[in-house]
């Protein structure tokens, strides 16, 4: 199955109704097999690092930082970040450009998710040379797919699609990597949620398709779903290639678009 295909499986389908995996089942084989194709892959072998609380405070809202050890030198190809037990397992698959960083210093990548049951997290990199490595987390969290909307719907869908863009200087400009934060506003609703009034569900819409570049070429590409917290937010290193600034195009499911850049001067840190 198609990485899109399965980011979109709950909101497309409404499988999100149907009760999921049980909560002691182990469905990464399954997820291995049909977004992987059952290739092998390399675990735990310091490459990658998730940061992640162990019991999330908020399902709604889980911070997820992924890292890349300093001492992997390796072109980064793409990087799929997969919660296992959700309805749309596929959180975000990004497809990383020459604007990305590839020599010195930590590469990260972080942002909010939902999770909707105790559930591994799962983040697989494929480097240029097609080799895939993966490392997991286990988030102790419940309900995040399906937690009340905002009761004012307005007040949720006002600016609507409104980007902030973020370039923050390095302390030192020879550092290989500089960092940058995306934060569109947008609800970014799961399908699963319910109308208080109607008591009928409401419609999924959620960002679907983020580019982001620095000048002129590809930091990265991002395919996200409902498993991305409301108001997605992304923050970023990529090469540290002097005060181009970043522009930032997105999707939605709707196929609203929405733009951004960065400021001219970029932020101190």
């Known amino acids: 199955m198609a990485r899109s295909a399965i980011i979109a499986l709950a909101a497309g389908l409404g499988l999100a109704m149907t009760g999921g995996a049980r909560a002691d089942e182990d469905v990464w084989p399954s997820l291995q097999r049909d977004v992987f194709d ?7 072998e310091g490459v990658i690092q998730i940061d992640a609380p162990e019991r999330a405070e908020d399902a709604a809202v889980v ?3 992924v890292r890349l050890s300093p001492s992997f030198k390796e072109p980064v190809k793409s990087m799929t970040l997969v919660i296992d037990k959700n309805p ?3 959180a975000a698959t990004f497809t990383f450009g020459p604007a990305a960083g590839t020599t010195g210093g930590e590469r ?3 942002t909010r998710v939902r999770v909707d049951s105790y559930s591994y997290v799962h983040a697989v990199v494929e ?3 097609g080799k ?3 490392a997991k987390k286990f988030v102790k969290a419940s309900g995040g797919c399906s937690a009340p909307a905002p009761k004012d719907a307005d007040a949720e869908t006002a600016d609507l699609g409104k980007t902030l863009v973020k370039s923050f200087a390095p302390a030192v400009d020879t550092t290989p990597l500089r960092e ?4 569109i506003k947008h609800p970014n609703r799961s399908g699963m949620q319910i109308d208080m009034e109607t008591r009928g569900y409401i419609p999924a819409r959620f960002v679907k398709d983020i580019e982001v570049k620095s000048g002129d070429d590809l930091v990265f590409r991002a395919e996200t779903g409902i498993s991305i917290a409301s108001n997605p937010n992304f923050r970023f290193t990529y090469a540290n290639a002097g005060d181009k600034p970043l522009t930032v195009t997105a999707i939605d499911s709707d196929e609203t678009k929405f733009a951004g850049q960065s400021a001219k001067e970029p932020v101190s840190q």
């Open 88 to 90: 749309a397992p596929v």
């Open 180 to 183: 940058g934060q995306i934060m």
């Open 108 to 110: 990260r990548m972080s």
């Open 132 to 134: 895939l490595h993966v």
């Open 38 to 44: 059952s290739r092998p892959m390399t675990e735990n």
């Open 63 to 65: 911070p997820i930082t």
């Open 127 to 129: 480097t240029a040379d």
